[in-house]
């Protein structure tokens, strides 16, 4: 039985503290501003929440001001939803208009401090993305003389990486769902059964226990072990011999889980058996190394040096978990060339993987909040010993 899911949405204080500890380091760091035009972004600072972004047809912007609060520069369909969140200031136009999709608005908002020369943030580094056309940005770029452009990427991500009280409780929620999904597995899933259908049907019970969606899920079923873990399912029917991984990410009121888990069909070998059994002793070893003050590339090295038991590849997939929240995968990266410095409240993925037998792989993975003393588990720890189907 789940516990009762938490409240929807935030209270207002939660994006006044936010873009309180913005205005902070944008201070410090002698910024004027933030231009925001991403998703998460956009929904971080406003609880602006909607499937419209899947659309690439209209573009949304949100500025953070030095002080205050935050201005949308919006199509006038979002008006009225963003008119829910606690942002005051909510300029429209009627988009799409690809002659000037907005670029009039902002050019407005902004010269004021173009004339002052000043400078704004503007995400520009790794997994960020300039969510308007290029030809737009120049336009505006050209009627803004004097503003100066800078990387605001590791402001927006320091913020974004520690989670609060409130965003843990939703993601403690979502994985709860993921974890008693999962456990339904066994009574749903059966020899013979198609791949496809597995996945099908594990879309449909992570509803049923309460996920909004279950936008992400792959895995793999093949003898003794699998290949890859990214391709879309098959017909072909899951046969004795086989391990089945399903991985999933879950939604509930816009944030993830993200963990997996395998099963033998019938039978396991004495390779697979291994195999899960180093994972998750590694998993154990990230847990134990997931305390503040150490990095990225100490979790790395502790579930590495398990792994190195039976697979001295050096982690060659690149990266053995990540960050979580409102999207399925954040900064920063398990992996040895990333030095972040883990702080109590960050919200992992730890996903130990290896190679064993002739091309085949496996990757073990759960979800934990960073807690004063190392790991504490989101998703329920999965079974000591593969399970068997």
């Known amino acids: 039985m789940l516990p009762d899911a938490p409240e929807r949405g935030f209270a207002t204080a939660e994006f006044e503290a936010r873009t309180a500890r913005a205005q902070t380091l944008m201070a410090q760091q002698g910024l004027a501003g933030l231009l925001l035009m991403s998703e998460p972004e956009v929904r971080y600072f406003t609880g602006f929440r909607t499937l419209f972004w899947q659309s690439p047809t209209r573009p949304w912007f949100v500025f953070v001001p030095a002080t205050g609060k935050p201005v949308a520069v919006i199509p006038e369909i979002g008006a009225a939803l963003m008119r829910r969140s606690w942002l005051d200031d909510i300029r429209t136009w009627a988009a799409p208009i690809p002659e000037d999709d907005g670029i009039s608005l902002l050019t407005d908002l902004l010269a004021p401090l173009a004339a002052g020369k000043a400078r704004i943030g503007v995400q520009k580094g790794h997994e960020t993305t300039l969510r308007m056309p290029l030809g737009d940005w120049e336009r505006l770029i050209a009627a803004l003389p004097g503003l100066e452009i800078a990387d605001a990427t590791d402001l927006v991500r320091s913020l974004r990486m520690v989670k609060s009280p409130a965003e843990i409780e939703k993601l ?129 090295q502790a579930m590495s040096k ?38 109590e409240n960050m919200v992992l993925t730890l996903e130990p993987c290896l190679n064993y037998g002739d091309g085949l792989m496996m990757v073990h993975e759960e979800n934990i909040v960073v807690g004063p003393k190392g790991g504490v588990l989101l998703s329920t720890r999965a079974a000591p010993e593969l399970p068997v189907i």
């Open 172 to 300: 403690a929620h979502i994985c709860a769902i993921g974890s008693a999904t999962f456990n339904r597995v066994p009574d749903l899933v059966s020899e013979g059964m198609p791949l496809e259908d597995v996945f099908r049907t594990f879309r449909r019970e992570a509803l049923t226990q309460g996920a909004d969606d279950a936008p992400y899920v792959v895995g793999a079923a093949d003898q003794g072990g699998y290949a890859d873990c990214i391709s879309p399912p098959d017909r072909r029917p899951i046969t004795r011999g086989d391990v089945l991984m399903i991985d999933t990410g879950c939604t509930w009121d816009g944030y993830f889980c993200d963990f997996d888990r395998n099963w033998a069909i019938g039978t396991a070998s004495d390779a697979a058996r291994r195999a899960y059994d180093v994972l998750w002793r590694a998993t154990e070893a990230g847990l134990a190394a997931a305390r503040p003050g150490n990095t990225c590339r100490d979790l790395f």
């Open 306 to 343: 398990v792994i190195s038991e039976i697979d001295t590849s050096g982690g060659d997939i690149g990266r053995m978990g990540h960050g979580l929240g409102m999207q399925l995968t954040e900064q920063p990266s398990h992996m040895f060339g990333d030095t972040t410095v883990l702080s």
